[in-house]
DNA sequence: TTTTATTGATTGAACGTTCAATAAAAAAAT
DNA sequence: ATTTTTTTATTGAACGTTCAATCAATAAAA
């Protein structure tokens, strides 16, 4: 086997088994075992890259809040300078994007919800997290109406955004992303109704 | 020590210790040992009462849905034959009356949803939940407008309501209910908009 | 030969469940 | 009223299982 440069694919391979193995069996029983198993591996190499468990568990919430980051600074790249409404869409677009990964990925997602509540450095992730969207929400609006307005715009829209994942995600059906992305759209017409000069997408609230 | 009609009792301690252990350590530390030690019993009485710890978890979770519905039929109940926009407001209302018991309550319906991923049982019982607020919000939303954006509106809700709910227990602050339910209210008059006779609240949109 | 990468058996701790033993109240008998 | 019997309620030590972490041994490149 190989000598050098197994580190940086090891832990690629363990994350991905990691949610993967959540999404099996939930994080309960997401054993060092099942995991390294999934990532062909022994179990014993998870305390060597990522000194045991709880490292492995903290660098797998990491590389999910660093997907959804990705998934929403692509979309608002794309769009050099666009209007605020441009943003914000590009921004509640990027959030629903998850759904591709969606199993794996969304189970970690509730699991890590639950843990961060009782762990301090998941809460602190997770925390950074939010106030990320809530600030780029909030800039966006700011550019259309008063800051406390903007704020409340801001809190709506994010509540909106995760409202619908996690019913989405919860739901025997799974989360039907193009529903979700047509009514979070809506609610930011209704966020924008008498702030911007451009009108909303051809469809109105009919 | 007494002989009879221990049973209710029991339950409802070891119910409420279930809650307190979660909101302690979370679910994933949360022993039988510490559980009973919470109810000032033995960790023998939990297989006795419930049949396991499975039992308990379950019954727990049956015992929050069932405080919820409680709530949210207690302040409908108040209405007699109110209007739509009064039934609603009382159902978002009754939502954000978890908060009073916040703590426990809070952290174990996290830990409830993120497990509901991965056990039947407590799927099906998430899920009914979940589609009794829909059905109710739907079903009021119905007597203003056709059915499409009635169902449309109730989608929207329940994920605001979900969603509000959720950013606040996340927070490190804890959930600030006045501003959940007015961001809610506010949410519920952009819906109702053009569709109904009777003012809003009287604070307008500002 | 040196270095890096990996294994897997072992270890100690912690968990849920079980069950024989016990305590106390209620019912029955004296 | 007192004693005996029955029933309900509860304990806590013992058991078997499972887990994360460790580390000496090994294998393969450099």
Same mark, same amino acid.
């Given at each position: 086997?190989?000598?050098?440069?197994?580190?940086?694919?090891?832990?690629?391979?363990?994350?991905?088994?990691? /949610? #993967?193995?959540?999404d099996?069996?939930?994080?309960?029983? @997401?054993?060092v075992?099942?995991?390294? &198993?999934?990532?062909?591996v022994?179990?014993?190499?998870? =305390?060597?890259?990522?000194?045991?468990?709880?490292?492995?568990?903290?660098?797998? /919430? *990491?590389?999910?809040?660093?997907? +959804?980051g990705? @998934?929403? @600074?692509?979309?608002?790249? %794309?769009?050099?300078?666009?209007?605020? *409404?441009?943003?914000?869409?590009?921004?509640i677009?990027?959030?629903?994007?998850?759904?591709?990964?969606?199993?794996?990925?969304?189970?970690?997602w +509730? #699991?890590?919800?639950?843990?961060? /509540?009782?762990?301090?450095?998941?809460?602190?992730l997770?925390h950074?997290?939010?106030?990320?969207?809530?600030?780029?929400l909030?800039?966006?609006? &700011?550019?259309?109406?008063?800051?406390?307005?903007? %704020?409340?715009?801001?809190?709506?829209?994010?509540? /909106?955004?995760?409202?619908?994942?996690?019913?989405?995600?919860?739901?025997?059906?799974?989360?039907?992303?193009?529903?979700? %992305? &047509?009514? #979070?759209h809506?609610?930011?017409?209704?966020l924008?109704?008498?702030?911007?000069t451009?009108?909303? =997408?051809?469809?109105?609230?009919?």
């Amino acid at each position: 086997m190989p000598k050098t440069g197994m580190e940086p694919i090891r832990r690629s391979q363990l994350i991905q088994a990691t /949610m #993967a193995a959540i999404d099996e069996v939930g994080l309960a029983d @997401a054993t060092v075992l099942r995991i390294a &198993r999934h990532a062909g591996v022994s179990a014993g190499i998870i =305390s060597h890259y990522f000194g045991g468990k709880d490292g492995l568990l903290e660098a797998t /919430m *990491r590389q999910i809040l660093s997907d +959804l980051g990705q @998934a929403v @600074a692509e979309r608002r790249l %794309r769009l050099a300078d666009g209007s605020p *409404r441009d943003h914000i869409a590009a921004i509640i677009d990027g959030n629903f994007d998850r759904s591709q990964i969606s199993g794996p990925a969304a189970k970690t997602w +509730l #699991a890590f919800w639950a843990s961060s /509540m009782h762990r301090p450095q998941l809460q602190r992730l997770q925390h950074v997290n939010d106030q990320r969207l809530y600030s780029n929400l909030c800039f966006q609006f &700011r550019r259309l109406m008063p800051l406390n307005e903007a %704020r409340d715009a801001a809190r709506t829209l994010a509540a /909106m955004i995760d409202g619908l994942w996690l019913r989405g995600t919860l739901s025997p059906d799974g989360l039907d992303t193009e529903r979700a %992305r &047509r009514l #979070a759209h809506a609610c930011l017409d209704k966020l924008l109704a008498g702030h911007d000069t451009s009108a909303a =997408s051809p469809k109105e609230t009919a």
